[in-house]
Nanobody, 123 residues
Framework: QVQLVESGGGLVQAGGSLRLSCAAS????????LGWFRQAPGREREFVAA????????SYDNFAKGRFTISRGDAKNTAYLQMNSLKPEDTAVYYC????????????????WGQGTQVTVSS
């Protein structure tokens, strides 16, 4: 099994920044891609960003481009989401997910989900 644990959420004012972390563990965690999704109240979960095992391939949804940056730790079992210029509409629960194919993480069910971390952006 694979376990994902997110951290780093919190309350921030509009225009501020937050850095989310996702730590992966488990005996079956392999050379997997990691990614982020978010779900705001009353809305469906949506894709934010993904990164390959090597860290050389990244993808972003349009709203995240230019403001959010996904990266991977040297140990490969950790991913980060640096979020800058935050807006109130970025308020959501942010979830980490993993998949064995970075190109499919945004569109197919992941291998595992984290429990989520709340991000609240005040105006």
């Amino acid at each position: 099994q694979v376990q994902l644990v997110e951290s780093g959420g919190g309350l921030v004012q509009a225009g501020g920044s937050l850095r989310l972390s996702c730590a992966a563990s488990g005996t079956t965690f392999g050379r997997y891609a990691l990614g982020w999704f978010r779900q705001a109240p009353g809305r469906e979960r949506e894709f934010v960003a993904a990164i390959s095992w090597s860290g050389t391939t990244t993808s972003y949804d349009n709203f995240a481009k230019g403001r959010f940056t996904i990266s991977r730790g040297d140990a490969k079992n950790t991913a980060y989401l640096q979020m800058n210029s935050l807006k109130p509409e970025d308020t959501a629960v942010y979830y980490c997910a993993t998949h064995d194919n970075v190109g499919m993480l945004a569109t197919t069910p992941p291998i595992a989900w984290g429990q989520g971390t709340q991000v609240t952006v005040s105006s």
